[in-house]
C-alpha cells in the first residue's frame, strides 16, 4: 500500500498569508496526486489533479506542485472562504488519501 | 451537471449488513467508474471499492471480505454491501465518480456526492 502523509496536521494563519501544505508519498507516485477541499459537513471538493492542474472554477491562487514523492498545495494569498481541511489523494495505485491538514484562523 | 445522491439506512446493527445505493444523474452510468468512500466521525478519508458496468470491480484490501459492490444500469444507479459490521464502520459513506485524462487506472474522484452517515449501534 502506499502511504500518504500530510504535514502540517493544523496550520493557523490569517487572511492574506501564503499557505503550504505538504504530502509525501511512501514511494514513487509520478504526478498522479489530487487535492481536494473539505469543510464541515460537506463532501471533499477537488482543487487539482494530475499534481498541478488547476480543476476548472477553483480560484488561481490555488497551486500545485511535485512528482515522484514530495508534493505541496500552496495558496498565495488566504481568504476566509479558504478556512477548511485539505486532503492529498494518490492514484498511482489504487487511491489513498493523506491524514488532512486544518487550516484554522489564527 | 453531474450529480451524485447516497441512500439508506442510518442506523445498523453489529453484525448485520449495511446497504447504500448512489443514484447518478446527468450522466449514464455506464459512461464512467464509480468508487465508494467512507470517513469515520473526526477522521480521514479511506477509499473501499469501484465498480464498473461492465462488471469490473475492486476493493481495498483492508475490507475485501466484507465489500460487495453492484450496478443497476437501467436505473443509473450503483450499490455498496458491507458485512459483518461492527462499530469501527460507523461513518460518512460518499460515492463519486472517477475522472482521468490518462485512463488506466489513473483516476481521481469528482464529483461526490453529499453522503450519508451509518451508524453502527445495537
Known amino acids: 500500500d502506499i502511504q500518504m502523509t500530510q504535514s502540517p496536521s493544523t496550520l493557523s494563519a490569517s487572511v492574506g498569508d501564503r499557505v503550504t501544505i505538504t504530502c509525501r508519498a511512501s514511494q514513487s507516485i509520478s504526478s498522479w496526486l489530487a487535492w481536494y477541499q473539505q469543510k464541515p459537513g460537506k463532501a471533499p471538493k477537488l482543487l487539482i489533479y494530475?499534481?498541478?492542474t488547476l480543476e476548472s472554477g477553483v480560484p488561481s491562487r490555488f497551486s500545485g506542485s511535485g512528482s515522484g514523492t514530495e508534493f505541496t498545495l500552496t495558496i498565495s494569498s488566504l481568504q476566509p472562504d479558504d478556512f477548511a481541511t485539505y486532503y492529498c489523494?494518490?492514484?498511482?495505485?489504487?487511491?489513498?488519501f493523506g491524514q488532512g491538514t486544518k487550516v484554522e484562523i489564527k | 451537471q453531474v450529480q451524485l445522491q447516497e441512500s439508506g439506512p442510518g442506523l445498523v446493527k453489529p453484525s448485520e449488513t449495511l446497504s447504500l445505493t448512489c443514484t447518478v444523474s446527468?450522466?449514464?452510468?455506464?459512461?464512467?467508474?464509480w468508487s465508494w468512500i467512507r470517513q469515520p466521525p473526526g477522521k480521514g478519508l479511506e477509499w473501499i471499492g469501484f465498480?464498473?458496468?461492465?462488471?469490473?470491480?475492486d476493493s481495498n484490501a483492508s475490507l475485501k471480505s466484507r465489500v460487495t459492490t453492484s450496478v443497476d444500469t437501467s436505473k443509473n444507479q450503483f450499490s455498496l454491501k458491507v458485512s459483518s459490521v461492527t462499530a469501527a464502520d460507523t461513518a460518512v459513506y460518499y460515492c463519486a465518480r472517477h475522472r482521468s485524462t490518462a485512463g488506466g487506472g489513473k483516476d481521481w474522484f469528482d464529483p461526490w456526492g453529499q453522503g450519508t452517515l451509518v451508524i453502527v449501534t445495537s
Open positions: 446527468g450522466v449514464s452510468i455506464s459512461n464512467y467508474y
Open positions: 489523494q494518490q492514484y498511482n495505485s489504487y487511491w489513498t
Open positions: 494530475d499534481a498541478s
Open positions: 465498480i464498473h458496468h461492465s462488471g469490473s470491480t
